[in-house]
């Protein structure tokens, strides 16, 4: 049935199999969820003379003049006239001699394509065509489907192959997998109804509707589909906990850090450690995620955690995505850990020959209770002797495979349990998102902020008031505090360009405003980081501010995430109306950590466009991180919220988690019963919309 492989298609051979099984398309299956990305009406006749330029229509009429010339290269030149009087003239660069003499003046046909202004009125480029008989021919009554393009199969072919296997559907009792008191009460079609629909839409059906990809047929498929995508990951989560992990109670250190604390804990600190403490006390592993705004106090949160498997004689582990952030946590650890005699060791990239060899031994033998590091925790080499607490901080930076991969290192060592994790996020993302990206963990809310901090008050400014900032931060420094000035990227580097070149077209944006800053505030220590300095440079610089050395650092984007100076209570943003609401919100988490009132100027360049106003506005109306997130939402989709290709969240055929988000409460809704009242049904789902792997997104 749906499993068919594709060489069961008539003129499907194994080098077009080949070709479409690329595009991870093997089955009848695929062909029948690989839908149209728009449609083309031949259902009706448009006289010429009512042509639009620009508006797609099919026209029928008679050859009134053929002209074959040459101007540079061959060109085939047929004007065509109908009742309504109206002359369009068809015009081919590419045709063989046969071609060209089937256009007999007098002979009638059908042809498709978008008129444009030509020199003699409307022209159509290598529209689609068809000769007609002199007898009237029907028009059909369904809009032809065309399908993204793929390579090595021409547009015919692949849309008589979808054809085909759509004609091999079978009937709805033996398609349709969701119950129908599950469907009736949302108004959505059957399965076999709504892939006809989509695929070979009725004359009259809802056009603007279809394009949107909202239409009722849309929406059945989007919602079976994120239902067998939150299945999967519930399943996966439900293998999980099949596992062995070790319970960690031993709660000594834990009260020992606590009296050791300058501070006590929020009241939502302590709430989300004491749901990570009854997770970790079970003899299966803890998969949590714990959400925090920046500055909510997630670290002291994570080395609580770490106490109660340095208590029980194991090994934590912290990884943070850049060298910068870790070793900030580095220092707050080790501080933190020191008076209780825990042993702290440090993995990094940079940490090479004699000291990685020591690290090395000291993780493996078990003497390094808590180690701290980068990706390079994860490399070949590493190996934990009982490794039974795994802390991800900045998930939104790695992937679903590297938080796999450092739970597998746990696997290796002294037991055969597999380590409890604790993933930790600054980029809160709304509920209902957050329970289909992460529908393998349970997530926690720090949603409160340490005593004593004032919330910053935003800004935004037209970028010709850039001089009176610097008369701000003069104020600022004058007065004993710290300032950012954050660089973003000016020019898009083109499109292949990739990264790389952002990031130094970034670094060069950053060197300029450095120099001019500094020759404006002689009186001032400028200190300058951006992503092309070598990594140690960078940290001289950063350790140079925290300690109050630099009075203002001129930075790229690399500041983002995780930065703690307290003392920095203003930061300016160029090009503010660039980045979008995470990052902006990110960026401003860096001022408001101490007592001092902060604000962050928001830097623009006029005209803003909608989206960017409307972001701006939002910044000025709310620090509040979950608020910015469901607005970012709207505003960007999930796919950027969650940061793109790095979040791991699978990759969709259809759906889209923006468009598609108010269904997103059915959904894990079902996904809850049928679970418990119908398992083989919900492999099924899985089964024929993610197949045996999720497809990971950039995995
Ligand atoms: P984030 O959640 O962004 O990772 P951090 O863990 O870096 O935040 O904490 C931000 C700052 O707040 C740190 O300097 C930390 O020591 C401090 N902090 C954390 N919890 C509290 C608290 N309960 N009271 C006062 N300060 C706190
Ligand atoms: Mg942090």
Redesign the pocket.
Known sequence: MGDAPLTTLSGCGPKVAAKLSERGLSCLQDLWLQLPRRYEDRTRITPIAMLQPGVAAQVEGRVEAVERGFRYRPVLRVAIGDESRGTLVLRFFHFRAAQAAQFVPGTRLRCYGTPRSGQNGLEMVHPSYRMLGEVDEDLGDLLDPVYPAIEGVGPATLRRMIGQALDRLPPDDALELLPAPMLEPLGLPPLRQALLTVHRPPRDADLAALLAGIHPAQRRLALEELLAHHLSLRRQRIAQQAHAAAPLCDDRLVHELLRQ??????SA?QRVFGEIRVDLARPSPMLRLVQ???????????ALAAMLAVAAGKQAALMAPTELLAE?HLA?LAGWLAPLGVRVAWLAGKVTGRARTRALAEVASGEAQLVVGTHALMQEGVAFHDLALAII?EQHRFGVHQRLALREKGRAGASAAVPHQLV?T?TPIPRTLAMSAYADLDVSA?DEL???RTPVQTVALSAERRPELVERIRAACAEGRQAYWVCTLIEEPGEDTGAGAAMKVEAQAAETTFESLSNQLPELSVGLVHGRMKPAEKQATMAAFKAGAIDLLVATTVIEV?V?V?NASLMIIENAERLGLAQLHQLR?RVG?GSAVSSCVLLYRSPLSQVARERLQTMRETNDGFLIAERDLSLRGPGELLGTRQTGVAEFRLADLARDADLLPQVHDMAERLLCTDPAVADRLVQRWVGGAVRFAGA
């Not at 604390?261 to 929020?266: I, R, S």
């Not at 925090?292 to 994570?302: E, I, L, M």
Request: a negative charge.
């Open positions: 604390l300058p501070f006590a804990l929020t600190q925090g705004d920046v500055g909510s106090g997630k670290t002291v949160v994570a900030q707050n901080d930790m600054a720090i340490p005593p004593g995780g703690d307290p988490g950590r």
